[in-house]
């Protein structure tokens, strides 16, 4: 899971973070890298694809307060 501060959005430190994953994932023997990001979630989005993520399946998820 990765998500940052409203006040630290917009600096870079997404893309710093993730990059900073993938260079470990790489070594350790990881073949892909699956995530998951809400659909509203623009600039998340187009982070993840300026990283050439790919969109594989859309799921629903439902919530309910108790």
């Given at each position: 899971?990765?998500g940052?501060?409203?006040?630290?959005?917009?600096?870079?430190?997404?893309?710093?973070?993730?990059?900073?994953?993938l260079?470990?994932?790489?070594?350790?023997?990881?073949?892909?890298?699956?995530?998951?990001?809400?659909?509203?979630?623009?600039?998340?989005?187009?982070?993840?694809?300026?990283?050439?993520?790919?969109?594989q399946?859309?799921?629903?998820?439902?919530?309910?307060?108790?």
């Amino acid at each position: 899971y990765l998500g940052l501060s409203p006040t630290v959005r917009g600096k870079g430190l997404g893309r710093a973070l993730l990059s900073h994953g993938l260079g470990m994932a790489r070594p350790a023997g990881a073949a892909d890298v699956v995530l998951a990001v809400d659909a509203k979630n623009r600039p998340a989005i187009a982070l993840y694809e300026s990283m050439r993520f790919v969109t594989q399946v859309r799921k629903s998820a439902w919530m309910r307060e108790v």
